[in-house]
DNA sequence: TATTACATGTCGACC
DNA sequence: GGTCGACGTGTAATA
Protein backbone atom coordinates (compact mmCIF):
# COMPACT_ATOMS: atom_id res chain seq x y z
CA UNK A 1 0.00 0.00 0.00
CA UNK A 2 1.24 3.24 -1.40
CA UNK A 3 -0.01 6.67 1.04
CA UNK A 4 0.88 9.62 -0.30
CA UNK A 5 0.31 13.00 1.15
CA UNK A 6 0.22 16.06 -1.33
CA UNK A 7 -1.43 19.09 -2.56
CA UNK A 8 -2.82 18.16 -5.56
CA UNK A 9 -5.95 18.50 -7.84
CA UNK A 10 -7.88 15.50 -9.31
CA UNK A 11 -10.48 15.13 -12.31
CA UNK A 12 -12.53 12.60 -12.66
CA UNK A 13 -14.29 11.34 -15.89
CA UNK A 14 -16.68 8.52 -16.56
CA UNK A 15 -20.02 8.27 -15.12
CA UNK A 16 -19.99 12.15 -14.11
CA UNK A 17 -17.15 14.55 -14.61
CA UNK A 18 -16.07 15.70 -11.10
CA UNK A 19 -12.80 18.02 -10.15
CA UNK A 20 -10.74 18.57 -6.60
CA UNK A 21 -9.25 21.96 -6.95
CA UNK A 22 -6.02 22.17 -5.26
CA UNK A 23 -5.39 20.96 -1.52
CA UNK A 24 -3.74 18.93 0.94
CA UNK A 25 -4.97 15.49 0.43
CA UNK A 26 -4.11 11.90 1.06
CA UNK A 27 -3.71 9.58 -2.08
CA UNK A 28 -3.98 6.04 -1.21
CA UNK A 29 -2.90 3.14 -3.68
CA UNK A 30 -3.65 -0.50 -2.75
CA UNK A 31 -1.79 -3.59 -3.87
CA UNK A 32 -4.93 -4.73 -6.25
CA UNK A 33 -4.36 -1.49 -7.70
CA UNK A 34 -7.10 0.35 -6.79
CA UNK A 35 -7.09 4.65 -5.56
CA UNK A 36 -8.35 6.28 -3.53
CA UNK A 37 -7.99 10.25 -2.74
CA UNK A 38 -9.30 11.30 1.29
CA UNK A 39 -10.05 14.56 2.78
CA UNK A 40 -9.57 14.77 6.71
CA UNK A 41 -13.20 14.10 7.10
CA UNK A 42 -16.64 13.09 5.48
CA UNK A 43 -16.38 9.48 7.00
CA UNK A 44 -14.67 6.20 5.21
CA UNK A 45 -15.60 7.90 1.73
CA UNK A 46 -13.07 9.19 -0.31
CA UNK A 47 -13.65 12.44 -2.94
CA UNK A 48 -12.59 10.24 -5.56
CA UNK A 49 -11.47 6.64 -6.22
CA UNK A 50 -10.88 4.17 -9.22
CA UNK A 51 -11.54 0.47 -8.45
CA UNK A 52 -9.33 -2.06 -9.37
CA UNK A 53 -8.53 -3.37 -12.25
CA UNK A 54 -7.61 -0.46 -14.21
CA UNK A 55 -4.24 1.61 -15.23
CA UNK A 56 -1.42 3.58 -13.53
CA UNK A 57 0.72 5.62 -15.61
CA UNK A 58 2.88 7.96 -13.83
CA UNK A 59 4.17 11.29 -15.89
CA UNK A 60 5.03 14.38 -15.55
CA UNK A 61 3.33 17.46 -16.61
CA UNK A 62 4.83 20.45 -18.51
CA UNK A 63 5.74 22.38 -15.48
CA UNK A 64 7.02 19.48 -14.18
CA UNK A 65 4.57 18.61 -11.84
CA UNK A 66 4.26 14.56 -11.41
CA UNK A 67 0.98 13.43 -12.64
CA UNK A 68 -1.03 10.29 -12.38
CA UNK A 69 -3.65 9.23 -15.44
CA UNK A 70 -5.31 6.34 -14.07
CA UNK A 71 -7.68 4.46 -16.61
CA UNK A 72 -9.85 1.38 -16.87
CA UNK A 73 -11.49 -0.25 -19.33
CA UNK A 74 -14.70 0.99 -19.00
CA UNK A 75 -13.60 4.83 -19.94
CA UNK A 76 -13.46 6.18 -16.52
CA UNK A 77 -10.49 8.22 -16.22
CA UNK A 78 -9.10 9.89 -13.19
CA UNK A 79 -5.95 12.78 -13.14
CA UNK A 80 -4.07 13.38 -10.13
CA UNK A 81 -1.63 16.20 -10.68
CA UNK A 82 0.51 16.95 -7.66
CA UNK A 83 1.64 20.45 -6.62
CA UNK A 84 3.59 19.25 -3.84
CA UNK A 85 4.47 15.90 -1.90
CA UNK A 86 4.98 15.88 1.14
CA UNK A 87 5.17 12.59 2.53
CA UNK A 88 5.20 8.82 0.23
CA UNK A 89 5.52 5.92 1.54
CA UNK A 90 4.83 2.21 0.86
CA UNK A 91 4.06 -0.59 3.18
CA UNK A 92 3.90 -4.56 2.62
CA UNK A 93 0.77 -5.64 4.44
CA UNK A 94 -0.37 -9.27 2.78
CA UNK A 95 -3.00 -10.42 2.26
CA UNK A 96 -6.19 -10.33 4.42
CA UNK A 97 -7.74 -13.23 6.67
CA UNK A 98 -10.67 -11.08 6.05
CA UNK A 99 -14.31 -10.23 7.82
CA UNK A 100 -16.02 -12.79 9.75
CA UNK A 101 -19.98 -11.39 10.53
CA UNK A 102 -22.83 -12.16 12.07
CA UNK A 103 -26.11 -11.60 12.40
CA UNK A 104 -27.33 -10.40 8.70
CA UNK A 105 -30.23 -11.26 7.19
CA UNK A 106 -29.44 -14.46 5.40
CA UNK A 107 -28.81 -16.19 8.97
CA UNK A 108 -32.09 -15.07 9.85
CA UNK A 109 -33.59 -16.10 7.09
CA UNK A 110 -32.02 -19.65 7.27
CA UNK A 111 -32.92 -19.55 11.00
CA UNK A 112 -36.37 -18.99 10.37
CA UNK A 113 -37.00 -21.25 6.95
CA UNK A 114 -35.68 -24.34 9.63
CA UNK A 115 -38.45 -23.09 12.37
CA UNK A 116 -41.49 -21.54 10.18
CA UNK A 117 -43.46 -22.33 13.38
CA UNK A 118 -41.55 -19.09 15.05
CA UNK A 119 -43.42 -17.52 12.69
CA UNK A 120 -46.71 -18.73 13.09
CA UNK A 121 -47.45 -22.00 14.87
CA UNK A 122 -49.32 -23.79 12.17
CA UNK A 123 -47.30 -22.72 9.04
CA UNK A 124 -45.20 -25.04 6.97
CA UNK A 125 -42.21 -23.97 4.30
CA UNK A 126 -42.94 -24.88 0.88
CA UNK A 127 -39.50 -23.26 -0.08
CA UNK A 128 -37.37 -20.83 0.32
CA UNK A 129 -36.42 -18.14 -2.18
CA UNK A 130 -39.23 -18.94 -3.81
CA UNK A 131 -39.00 -17.11 -7.73
CA UNK A 132 -41.31 -14.85 -9.45
CA UNK A 133 -40.56 -12.61 -12.43
CA UNK A 134 -40.04 -9.62 -9.94
CA UNK A 135 -37.85 -11.69 -7.63
CA UNK A 136 -37.57 -14.36 -5.13
CA UNK A 137 -39.67 -14.30 -1.98
CA UNK A 138 -37.62 -15.10 1.02
CA UNK A 139 -40.03 -17.74 2.57
CA UNK A 140 -42.97 -19.44 1.25
CA UNK A 141 -45.39 -21.46 3.32
CA UNK A 142 -48.91 -23.02 3.96
CA UNK A 143 -50.91 -22.51 6.64
CA UNK A 144 -53.56 -25.09 8.54
CA UNK A 145 -55.77 -24.37 6.55
CA UNK A 146 -53.68 -24.62 3.19
CA UNK A 147 -53.39 -21.35 2.51
CA UNK A 148 -50.09 -19.71 0.80
CA UNK A 149 -48.46 -17.48 3.18
CA UNK A 150 -45.71 -15.11 1.80
CA UNK A 151 -43.43 -14.03 4.32
CA UNK A 152 -40.59 -11.18 3.85
CA UNK A 153 -37.86 -11.56 6.16
CA UNK A 154 -35.84 -8.24 7.16
CA UNK A 155 -32.87 -7.33 9.58
CA UNK A 156 -34.77 -4.17 10.71
CA UNK A 157 -38.20 -3.90 9.03
CA UNK A 158 -39.10 -0.48 7.22
CA UNK A 159 -41.66 0.64 4.46
CA UNK A 160 -39.38 -0.57 2.01
CA UNK A 161 -39.49 -3.98 3.03
CA UNK A 162 -44.09 -3.75 3.00
CA UNK A 163 -43.42 -2.82 -0.34
CA UNK A 164 -41.74 -5.69 -1.37
CA UNK A 165 -44.05 -7.68 0.09
CA UNK A 166 -46.76 -6.03 -1.28
CA UNK A 167 -45.19 -6.47 -4.97
CA UNK A 168 -44.27 -10.54 -4.60
CA UNK A 169 -48.00 -11.07 -3.07
CA UNK A 170 -49.80 -9.06 -6.31
CA UNK A 171 -47.44 -11.25 -8.32
CA UNK A 172 -48.68 -14.22 -5.92
CA UNK A 173 -52.30 -13.82 -6.51
CA UNK A 174 -52.03 -14.02 -10.55
CA UNK A 175 -51.62 -17.79 -10.17
CA UNK A 176 -54.66 -19.54 -9.54
CA UNK A 177 -52.79 -22.40 -7.26
CA UNK A 178 -51.72 -20.36 -4.83
CA UNK A 179 -54.50 -17.94 -4.19
CA UNK A 180 -55.27 -16.76 -1.66
CA UNK A 181 -51.88 -15.60 -0.58
CA UNK A 182 -51.39 -13.93 2.69
CA UNK A 183 -48.24 -11.65 4.33
CA UNK A 184 -46.02 -11.92 7.17
CA UNK A 185 -43.20 -9.38 7.84
CA UNK A 186 -40.81 -10.67 10.08
CA UNK A 187 -38.09 -8.52 11.37
CA UNK A 188 -35.86 -8.28 14.58
CA UNK A 189 -37.61 -4.62 14.92
CA UNK A 190 -40.35 -2.86 12.97
CA UNK A 191 -40.16 0.90 12.37
CA UNK A 192 -44.11 2.37 13.48
CA UNK A 193 -44.74 3.48 10.04
CA UNK A 194 -44.20 0.32 8.44
CA UNK A 195 -46.66 -1.10 10.77
CA UNK A 196 -49.02 1.39 9.76
CA UNK A 197 -48.51 0.21 6.24
CA UNK A 198 -48.17 -3.59 6.97
CA UNK A 199 -51.45 -3.12 8.80
CA UNK A 200 -53.49 -1.41 5.85
CA UNK A 201 -52.08 -4.20 3.07
CA UNK A 202 -53.48 -6.88 5.55
CA UNK A 203 -50.17 -7.78 6.78
CA UNK A 204 -49.22 -9.81 10.14
CA UNK A 205 -45.63 -8.22 11.57
CA UNK A 206 -43.69 -10.55 13.41
CA UNK A 207 -40.67 -8.97 15.43
CA UNK A 208 -38.20 -12.00 16.20
CA UNK A 209 -34.98 -12.54 18.88
CA UNK A 210 -32.36 -13.42 16.98
CA UNK A 211 -30.36 -14.05 19.92
CA UNK A 212 -33.23 -16.06 21.34
CA UNK A 213 -33.62 -18.11 17.57
CA UNK A 214 -30.28 -18.89 17.33
CA UNK A 215 -29.88 -20.46 21.00
CA UNK A 216 -31.89 -22.77 20.33
CA UNK A 217 -30.24 -25.97 20.52
CA UNK A 218 -29.33 -28.17 17.02
CA UNK A 219 -32.07 -30.83 18.03
CA UNK A 220 -34.78 -28.13 18.58
CA UNK A 221 -34.23 -27.55 14.75
CA UNK A 222 -36.78 -28.95 12.52
CA UNK A 223 -34.61 -29.51 8.96
CA UNK A 224 -35.53 -29.81 5.94
CA UNK B 1 -5.13 13.14 9.72
CA UNK B 2 -3.02 10.07 11.73
CA UNK B 3 -2.35 7.03 9.73
CA UNK B 4 -0.99 3.47 11.59
CA UNK B 5 0.19 0.78 9.71
CA UNK B 6 -0.09 -2.34 12.45
CA UNK B 7 -0.53 -5.84 12.83
CA UNK B 8 -3.97 -5.51 14.77
CA UNK B 9 -7.19 -7.19 15.80
CA UNK B 10 -10.18 -5.53 15.25
CA UNK B 11 -13.58 -6.05 17.21
CA UNK B 12 -17.24 -4.33 16.02
CA UNK B 13 -20.20 -4.45 17.97
CA UNK B 14 -23.12 -2.65 16.81
CA UNK B 15 -25.28 -3.30 13.65
CA UNK B 16 -24.01 -6.64 13.73
CA UNK B 17 -21.23 -8.14 15.28
CA UNK B 18 -17.97 -8.42 13.58
CA UNK B 19 -13.80 -9.72 13.65
CA UNK B 20 -11.36 -9.31 12.13
CA UNK B 21 -8.40 -11.57 13.11
CA UNK B 22 -4.79 -10.36 13.08
CA UNK B 23 -3.09 -8.93 10.17
CA UNK B 24 -0.93 -6.06 9.06
CA UNK B 25 -3.85 -2.98 7.85
CA UNK B 26 -3.80 0.99 7.27
CA UNK B 27 -6.05 2.68 10.85
CA UNK B 28 -6.88 5.95 9.45
CA UNK B 29 -8.33 8.35 12.03
CA UNK B 30 -9.43 11.82 10.22
CA UNK B 31 -9.38 15.05 11.97
CA UNK B 32 -13.62 14.79 12.60
CA UNK B 33 -12.91 11.89 14.61
CA UNK B 34 -13.99 9.06 12.29
CA UNK B 35 -12.07 5.71 11.97
CA UNK B 36 -11.21 3.43 9.18
CA UNK B 37 -9.22 -0.05 9.17
CA UNK B 38 -8.08 -1.12 5.20
CA UNK B 39 -6.47 -3.72 3.67
CA UNK B 40 -4.64 -3.32 1.21
CA UNK B 41 -7.44 -4.59 -1.66
CA UNK B 42 -11.16 -4.08 -1.79
CA UNK B 43 -11.66 -0.57 -3.33
CA UNK B 44 -12.30 2.35 -1.44
CA UNK B 45 -14.14 0.37 1.49
CA UNK B 46 -12.70 0.08 4.71
CA UNK B 47 -13.16 -3.30 6.64
CA UNK B 48 -13.94 -1.49 9.48
CA UNK B 49 -15.12 1.73 10.43
CA UNK B 50 -16.40 4.36 13.11
CA UNK B 51 -18.37 7.51 11.44
CA UNK B 52 -18.18 10.56 13.50
CA UNK B 53 -19.22 11.79 16.13
CA UNK B 54 -17.59 8.80 18.43
CA UNK B 55 -14.92 8.94 21.84
CA UNK B 56 -11.72 7.32 21.12
CA UNK B 57 -9.84 6.01 23.65
CA UNK B 58 -6.35 4.51 23.89
CA UNK B 59 -5.93 2.13 26.55
CA UNK B 60 -3.27 -0.34 27.03
CA UNK B 61 -3.97 -4.31 27.45
CA UNK B 62 -3.52 -6.90 29.90
CA UNK B 63 -0.29 -7.75 28.25
CA UNK B 64 0.98 -4.23 27.14
CA UNK B 65 -0.67 -3.94 24.04
CA UNK B 66 -1.92 -0.50 22.78
CA UNK B 67 -6.01 -0.82 22.61
CA UNK B 68 -8.26 1.84 20.83
CA UNK B 69 -11.81 1.79 22.10
CA UNK B 70 -14.03 3.59 19.89
CA UNK B 71 -17.44 4.32 20.62
CA UNK B 72 -20.87 6.45 19.33
CA UNK B 73 -23.98 7.30 21.23
CA UNK B 74 -25.65 4.44 19.37
CA UNK B 75 -24.62 1.65 21.17
CA UNK B 76 -21.64 0.60 18.57
CA UNK B 77 -18.46 0.00 19.45
CA UNK B 78 -15.20 -0.90 17.77
CA UNK B 79 -11.92 -2.25 19.95
CA UNK B 80 -8.66 -2.21 18.00
CA UNK B 81 -6.06 -4.29 19.46
CA UNK B 82 -2.62 -3.54 18.52
CA UNK B 83 0.05 -6.24 18.18
CA UNK B 84 2.90 -4.18 16.46
CA UNK B 85 2.56 -0.87 14.96
CA UNK B 86 5.31 -0.67 12.21
CA UNK B 87 4.17 3.26 11.45
CA UNK B 88 2.20 5.96 13.19
CA UNK B 89 2.33 9.40 11.59
CA UNK B 90 0.15 12.45 11.65
CA UNK B 91 -0.42 15.21 9.11
CA UNK B 92 -2.13 18.16 8.83
CA UNK B 93 -4.44 18.46 5.59
CA UNK B 94 -6.63 21.43 6.68
CA UNK B 95 -10.42 21.80 5.16
CA UNK B 96 -11.35 20.46 2.12
CA UNK B 97 -12.82 22.83 -0.96
CA UNK B 98 -14.75 19.60 -1.73
CA UNK B 99 -15.60 17.93 -4.79
CA UNK B 100 -17.28 19.76 -7.97
CA UNK B 101 -20.05 17.58 -9.58
CA UNK B 102 -21.88 17.17 -12.51
CA UNK B 103 -23.90 14.73 -15.04
CA UNK B 104 -26.55 13.34 -12.32
CA UNK B 105 -29.67 13.03 -12.38
CA UNK B 106 -29.89 16.59 -12.02
CA UNK B 107 -29.02 17.92 -15.42
CA UNK B 108 -30.89 14.65 -16.86
CA UNK B 109 -34.30 16.35 -15.70
CA UNK B 110 -33.07 19.68 -16.41
CA UNK B 111 -32.64 18.46 -20.40
CA UNK B 112 -36.06 16.66 -19.90
CA UNK B 113 -37.74 19.63 -18.97
CA UNK B 114 -36.44 21.95 -21.47
CA UNK B 115 -37.69 19.08 -24.20
CA UNK B 116 -40.28 17.17 -23.34
CA UNK B 117 -41.24 16.40 -26.74
CA UNK B 118 -38.29 13.62 -26.03
CA UNK B 119 -40.57 11.63 -23.82
CA UNK B 120 -43.81 12.29 -25.69
CA UNK B 121 -44.60 14.16 -29.43
CA UNK B 122 -47.31 16.08 -27.53
CA UNK B 123 -46.03 16.80 -24.23
CA UNK B 124 -45.94 20.50 -22.90
CA UNK B 125 -44.33 20.50 -19.28
CA UNK B 126 -46.83 22.46 -16.73
CA UNK B 127 -43.68 22.26 -14.14
CA UNK B 128 -40.82 20.65 -12.42
CA UNK B 129 -40.36 19.64 -9.18
CA UNK B 130 -44.29 19.34 -8.73
CA UNK B 131 -45.14 19.78 -5.34
CA UNK B 132 -47.06 16.77 -3.44
CA UNK B 133 -47.22 16.53 0.10
CA UNK B 134 -45.32 13.42 -0.11
CA UNK B 135 -42.85 14.96 -2.05
CA UNK B 136 -42.38 16.89 -5.03
CA UNK B 137 -42.42 14.57 -8.67
CA UNK B 138 -39.79 15.31 -11.33
CA UNK B 139 -41.46 16.74 -14.24
CA UNK B 140 -45.82 17.33 -14.75
CA UNK B 141 -46.97 17.53 -18.35
CA UNK B 142 -50.08 17.92 -20.14
CA UNK B 143 -50.74 15.65 -23.16
CA UNK B 144 -52.32 17.01 -26.46
CA UNK B 145 -56.10 15.87 -25.26
CA UNK B 146 -55.04 18.03 -22.57
CA UNK B 147 -54.46 15.29 -19.92
CA UNK B 148 -52.09 15.45 -17.06
CA UNK B 149 -48.57 13.66 -17.33
CA UNK B 150 -46.44 12.74 -14.60
CA UNK B 151 -42.88 12.02 -15.53
CA UNK B 152 -40.57 10.03 -12.42
CA UNK B 153 -36.57 10.38 -14.35
CA UNK B 154 -33.46 8.05 -12.95
CA UNK B 155 -30.42 7.78 -14.10
CA UNK B 156 -30.98 4.41 -13.70
CA UNK B 157 -34.61 3.09 -13.77
CA UNK B 158 -35.03 0.31 -11.29
CA UNK B 159 -37.98 -1.19 -9.28
CA UNK B 160 -38.02 1.80 -6.60
CA UNK B 161 -38.48 4.15 -8.83
CA UNK B 162 -41.50 2.56 -10.23
CA UNK B 163 -43.20 2.53 -6.57
CA UNK B 164 -42.06 6.27 -6.32
CA UNK B 165 -44.36 7.17 -9.21
CA UNK B 166 -47.20 4.97 -8.23
CA UNK B 167 -47.06 6.92 -4.90
CA UNK B 168 -46.89 10.27 -6.72
CA UNK B 169 -50.03 9.38 -8.89
CA UNK B 170 -51.78 7.89 -6.33
CA UNK B 171 -51.51 12.03 -4.82
CA UNK B 172 -52.36 13.72 -7.90
CA UNK B 173 -55.50 11.75 -8.42
CA UNK B 174 -56.70 12.74 -5.63
CA UNK B 175 -57.22 16.44 -7.38
CA UNK B 176 -59.74 16.93 -9.51
CA UNK B 177 -58.32 19.24 -11.47
CA UNK B 178 -55.84 16.82 -12.71
CA UNK B 179 -57.24 13.61 -13.01
CA UNK B 180 -56.73 11.28 -15.28
CA UNK B 181 -52.91 11.14 -14.84
CA UNK B 182 -50.73 9.06 -16.83
CA UNK B 183 -47.59 7.97 -15.54
CA UNK B 184 -44.13 8.15 -17.33
CA UNK B 185 -41.05 6.28 -16.51
CA UNK B 186 -37.89 7.98 -17.92
CA UNK B 187 -33.85 7.05 -17.66
CA UNK B 188 -31.12 6.49 -19.49
CA UNK B 189 -31.63 2.07 -19.21
CA UNK B 190 -34.84 0.37 -17.06
CA UNK B 191 -34.02 -3.12 -15.77
CA UNK B 192 -36.42 -5.70 -16.97
CA UNK B 193 -38.21 -6.15 -13.32
CA UNK B 194 -38.90 -2.62 -13.24
CA UNK B 195 -40.70 -3.00 -16.69
CA UNK B 196 -42.78 -5.63 -15.52
CA UNK B 197 -43.76 -3.62 -12.83
CA UNK B 198 -44.44 0.02 -14.69
CA UNK B 199 -46.55 -2.22 -17.06
CA UNK B 200 -48.61 -3.56 -14.11
CA UNK B 201 -49.19 -0.24 -13.07
CA UNK B 202 -50.05 0.99 -16.54
CA UNK B 203 -46.93 3.36 -17.23
CA UNK B 204 -44.93 3.89 -20.11
CA UNK B 205 -41.33 3.23 -19.76
CA UNK B 206 -39.00 5.68 -21.73
CA UNK B 207 -35.12 5.15 -22.07
CA UNK B 208 -33.20 8.03 -22.70
CA UNK B 209 -29.22 8.50 -24.00
CA UNK B 210 -28.04 11.07 -22.32
CA UNK B 211 -24.90 11.98 -24.68
CA UNK B 212 -27.16 12.61 -27.56
CA UNK B 213 -30.26 14.61 -25.31
CA UNK B 214 -26.58 16.73 -23.54
CA UNK B 215 -25.48 17.07 -27.74
CA UNK B 216 -28.12 18.90 -28.63
CA UNK B 217 -27.34 22.13 -29.28
CA UNK B 218 -29.08 25.47 -27.22
CA UNK B 219 -31.03 26.65 -29.67
CA UNK B 220 -32.65 23.53 -30.10
CA UNK B 221 -32.99 23.97 -26.54
CA UNK B 222 -36.98 25.05 -25.83
CA UNK B 223 -36.70 27.35 -22.42
CA UNK B 224 -39.78 27.03 -20.07
C1' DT C 1 -35.06 14.40 14.98
C1' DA C 2 -37.02 11.45 11.53
C1' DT C 3 -38.07 10.35 6.84
C1' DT C 4 -37.03 10.20 1.92
C1' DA C 5 -34.46 9.66 -2.18
C1' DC C 6 -29.76 9.64 -4.26
C1' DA C 7 -25.11 7.46 -4.92
C1' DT C 8 -19.23 7.41 -9.66
C1' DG C 9 -22.95 3.90 -4.20
C1' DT C 10 -20.19 -1.14 -3.32
C1' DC C 11 -20.69 -5.95 -2.99
C1' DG C 12 -22.13 -10.63 -3.58
C1' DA C 13 -25.15 -14.13 -5.74
C1' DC C 14 -27.19 -15.90 -9.49
C1' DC C 15 -28.23 -16.42 -14.26
C1' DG D 1 -21.22 -9.91 -18.37
C1' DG D 2 -25.80 -8.29 -16.75
C1' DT D 3 -29.39 -8.07 -13.25
C1' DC D 4 -31.02 -7.83 -8.66
C1' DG D 5 -31.19 -7.13 -3.75
C1' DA D 6 -28.57 -6.30 0.75
C1' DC D 7 -25.63 -3.15 3.11
C1' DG D 8 -23.03 -1.81 9.97
C1' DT D 9 -25.08 1.05 3.40
C1' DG D 10 -23.54 6.76 3.83
C1' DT D 11 -25.31 11.27 2.71
C1' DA D 12 -27.93 15.35 1.87
C1' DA D 13 -32.29 17.57 1.73
C1' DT D 14 -36.57 18.17 3.82
C1' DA D 15 -40.36 18.34 7.06
Not at 9 to 15: C, I
Not at 138 to 155: F, H, M, N, P, Q
Not at 183 to 197: D, E, H, M, W, Y
Amino acid sequence: MRLVIARCTVDYEGRLTARLPSAVRLVMVKADGCVAIHADGGAYKPLNWMVAPNILVEARDDDGSPTWTVSNGKGERLVIRFDEVLSDSSHELGTDPGLEKDGVEAELQALLAARPDVIGDDLVLVRREYPTDIGPIDLLCRDGSGATVAIEVKRRGEIDGVEQLTRYIARLELDPGLRPVRGVFVAQSITPQAKVLAGDRGFRCVEIDYEVLKGMRPEDLRLF
